[in-house]
């Protein structure tokens, strides 16, 4: 059975309606930090520990764990080996929904290879349980005195807490829960909601300015000396000394990233490259970045001289020696506070902050996101013959990153976490993302796997107006080989409210980026290598956190891959560009139409309105801001009420051929057969001649304009040199006024005074010379 074709309504922003903060029922307690879910009920049983427990075996030994139980779902604690006083301090949590028993049963019983034994029990009904919602404090454990199958009281007593609650609760993260029962023990972890931290990041500034008294093995050569630094995994080389000498000077500055707590040391090496591809240690040292001085301005750190050392082993006779050379280089290293570290793209980064927190700026208001559920979504992998997804949500802005828990094979996934952050600038973006969890089995079983995306959802918050809730479902979007394809929808509250009203206007004054960005420059090239390594090392950290947020997310939220070609995203930016240029256009074919006397009435006014500029100059500025102005209120009516969301038609994700996706999933470097990637490559030659030749004709308009006093045409030339004076003179003994009355007039005139043909400036334009003579 095919599918039927998406409508692009499917593809559209839904308003939704959700019952947020449980709706304030009568004698319900609500806390104001969960107003922006639906308030989900749960049973807590917390086991805490258990004393005077009966011997059970033979040997007269008790290895007791504790199982709860409630219906069809129960869950165990882990046991503990010849102990009779046993402390577990777990949480279970029962989702209310999901129950469908009257009594809670917690049983203790006796690991046993064979059969487990049955120690004692505590039943619970559910109707007596009492309710507990934050802020009450926690509710506290009792001990029960255990009871066996009869309900006879028994050796041995159980301390128990059992209380309906919500998802609110403080034991809600750490629990249990019932939706996981079929996760083993070790993937538990991976499972559970989480908050994450993004390292603080610097950029590592090497001034390197000379070295003195270099050890050389052939004195008799002109040495070609550069020094090479690395950091981790990044390395870079400074260009080759002009000085060939033992004192080579460079002056030169390398840029690295590097992440607190520092774990790699800095170390710089001094070669000469003696021959093609062999180059000659000439010395090295080892410099720790905690010993480095930061800096939050532009005034340079005192420079320093470290030793470099250079280790030769020479042999006498039968003996091995080895012997110690010394140099000294001339450095001047720095952590650069005063710049922000981009690890995302500026179109989209959620956080402008310097790296060194004395320069940030206060808060001007809080982002509160309630990440509520999820529906429709497409079954991402097979389990027990059947389509499955296991689904949870990534929401990151500035260095806080939060994780749902995983909501075990459901299509139609709940969460109801909510989550806040402090905003510093409006004009920063919140990244929410969808994946389906593959790391269920813990441990080698999930080894190799990746979480699949299942869809992404960014959120500007300048578009959103303050103090007002937006609850909408947002489609998830994945652009696949085979096309676009809508792989569910996920339903969020959003809320920014803002502390000061006048900060935030104020912020739409200051630069974008901190003042070191400006002031000390850093060129395209060297930000788009800081961005991978900073990518790279926040990925790498994040992937060491418990659970941990794999590689496949970070880069996936970090859009990594944003900056790789794509014929879509050519034609998206392009289509975009002629979006910008309709109003132009537009205005442009309204005045043609206005020239050409369409419209006679809307002519004459707009003559009459010409003589009034003319007469009185000084309303011209007060009328076009005017005009802007009463633009803006009526088009405040027609406002957005709604985030922007992905549009696939703006994407060009709908028309875009098969083979441009294929190319744009393609590996670099590219891993098709050759004759595919032979096609692509002729397919990229033909547009850009295109470009090619737009480019040249936009250069030769421009080279005829500076033609005409070049006296490279020189009929041209001095015939515009005697238009010059003639106008000249005519200008300044003709009033300004009556000049401009005559163009205007000129311009505006009926048809009946025009004809067909070229005007004479413009022959005269379109016969100058431009240097695509000497072009080979």
């Given at each position: 059975m095919m599918q039927r074709p998406l409508r692009p309504e499917d593809y559209s922003l839904k308003q939704t309606s959700p019952h947020l903060g449980g709706g304030g029922a009568a004698g319900d307690k609500l806390t104001t930090t969960y107003d922006l879910v639906e308030q989900m009920q749960y049973l807590y049983v917390r086991v805490v520990k258990a004393k005077d427990l009966p011997a059970k075996d033979v040997t007269g030994s008790l290895d007791p764990y504790v199982e709860v139980k409630l219906g069809n779902y129960k869950g165990t604690t882990r046991h503990f080996e010849k102990k009779t006083n046993p402390e577990w301090n777990q949480v279970f949590a029962f989702s209310k929904d999901r129950i469908q028993?009257?009594?809670?049963?917690?049983?203790?019983?006796?690991?046993?290879?064979?059969?487990?034994?049955?120690?004692?029990?505590?039943?619970?009904?559910?109707?007596?349980?009492?309710?507990?919602v934050p802020p009450d404090s926690p509710l506290a454990p009792q001990w029960y005195r255990l009871e066996n199958k009869n309900g006879d009281k028994v050796k041995g007593e159980l301390?128990?807490?059992?209380?309906?609650?919500?998802?609110?609760?403080?034991?809600?993260?750490?629990?249990?829960?019932?939706?996981?029962?079929?996760?083993?023990?070790?993937?538990?972890?991976?499972?559970?909601?989480?908050?994450?931290l993004t390292p603080k990041v610097w950029y590592v500034r090497v001034n390197v300015i000379e070295a003195q008294d270099l050890q050389l093995s052939d004195k008799g050569r002109f040495p070609e000396v550069f020094v090479k630094a690395s950091l981790g995994n990044q390395a870079l080389r400074t260009r080759i000394s002009a000085i060939r000498n033992i004192n080579p000077m460079w002056n030169e500055d390398l840029m690295f990233v590097a992440a607190e707590p520092f774990e790699e040391h800095l170390v710089i090496s001094v070669e000469d490259r003696v021959g093609p591809n062999k180059e000659e240690l000439l010395g090295k040292t080892i410099i720790p970045l905690q010993n480095v001085d930061r800096r939050l301005d532009y005034k340079p750190v005192p420079s320093r001289w470290?030793?470099?050392?250079?280790?030769?082993?020479?042999?006498?006779?039968?003996?091995?020696?080895?012997?110690?050379?010394?140099?000294?280089?001339?450095?001047?290293?720095?952590?650069?506070?005063?710049?922000?570290?981009?690890?995302?793209?500026?179109?989209?980064?959620?956080?402008?902050?310097?790296?060194?927190?004395?320069?940030?700026?206060?808060?001007?208001?809080?982002l509160e996101l309630g990440i509520l559920n999820a529906q429709g979504l497409s079954p991402m992998k097979n389990k027990d013959g059947k389509g499955t997804v296991d689904a949870y949500c990534i929401a990151k802005y500035g260095q806080k990153w939060v994780r749902t828990r995983t909501i075990i094979d459901s299509f139609a996934p709940k969460w109801n976490e909510q989550y806040t952050w402090e905003v510093y600038d409006p004009c920063t973006v919140v990244t929410i993302g969808v994946f389906d969890n593959c790391h269920l089995q813990g441990g080698e079983k999930a080894a190799g796997t990746r979480d699949s995306r299942i869809g992404k959802v960014r959120i500007r918050l300048s578009t959103l107006e303050t103090d007002k809730v937006y609850t909408h479902a947002y489609p998830l979007l994945v652009l696949l080989p085979s096309g676009v394809k809508k792989m569910g929808e996920v339903q969020l509250a959003v809320r920014f409210t803002c502390s000061s009203l006048l900060n935030m206007m104020h912020m739409y004054s200051l630069p974008l980026l901190p003042k070191m960005h400006y002031l000390f420059p850093l060129s395209v090239t060297q930000l788009d290598n800081l961005r991978y390594q900073a990518t790279q090392i926040v990925s790498m950290r994040l992937g060491r956190a418990e659970p941990p947020l794999r590689k496949e997310v970070v880069e996936y939220m970090l859009d990594v891959d944003s900056h790789m070609w794509s014929m879509r995203k050519s034609k998206a930016n392009f289509f975009r560009l002629m979006g910008v240029f309709s109003g132009v256009i537009a205005v442009g074919k309204w005045f043609n139409q206005i020239c050409n006397w369409r419209n006679p009435l809307t002519t004459v006014l707009i003559h009459v309105l010409f003589v009034i500029l003319v007469l009185y100059p000084e309303l011209i500025l007060p009328t076009i801001f005017l005009y802007l102005f009463l633009i803006g209120v009526w088009y405040y009516r027609r406002r957005p009420r709604h985030p922007p969301h992905m549009d696939t038609r703006l994407s060009h994700a709908e028309t875009a051929h098969p083979d441009e996706l294929d190319e744009e999933f393609d590996t670099f470097p590219t891993s098709r057969p050759p004759d595919i990637v032979r096609m692509r490559y002729d397919r990229l030659r033909s547009v850009a001649g295109r470009i090619q030749t737009v480019v040249g004709d936009l250069a030769t308009q421009g080279e005829r304009l500076l033609s005409l006093l070049s006296w490279r045409d020189p009929r041209a030339t001095a015939l515009f040199v005697i238009f010059c004076l003639i106008a000249a003179i005519v200008l300044y003994v003709t009033p300004f006024r009556l000049v401009a009355f005559l163009a205007g007039i000129y311009v505006l005139r009926h048809p009946r005074f025009r004809h067909k043909m070229p005007s004479v400036p413009l022959n005269f334009f379109r016969r100058l010379p431009a240097r695509t003579d000497s072009m080979l």
């Open positions: 028993a009257s009594i809670l049963e917690v049983l203790v019983k006796d690991k046993d290879f064979v059969k487990d034994d049955f120690v004692g029990r505590v039943t619970f009904d559910l109707s007596e349980i009492p309710k507990r301390m128990l807490a059992v209380w309906m609650g919500t998802q609110a609760d403080e034991a809600f993260s750490n629990a249990w829960h019932s939706d996981a029962a079929t996760v083993p023990s070790d993937g538990l972890a991976n499972i559970r909601s989480k908050v994450y470290y030793t470099i050392e250079k280790h030769v082993v020479i042999t006498e006779g039968d003996k091995k020696k080895e012997l110690k050379f010394s140099s000294r280089i001339h450095l001047r290293i720095c952590l650069d506070g005063g710049y922000h570290v981009l690890d995302e793209s500026t179109h989209y980064s959620s956080d402008f902050r310097p790296t060194a927190k004395q320069l940030w700026k206060p808060s001007i208001g809080v």
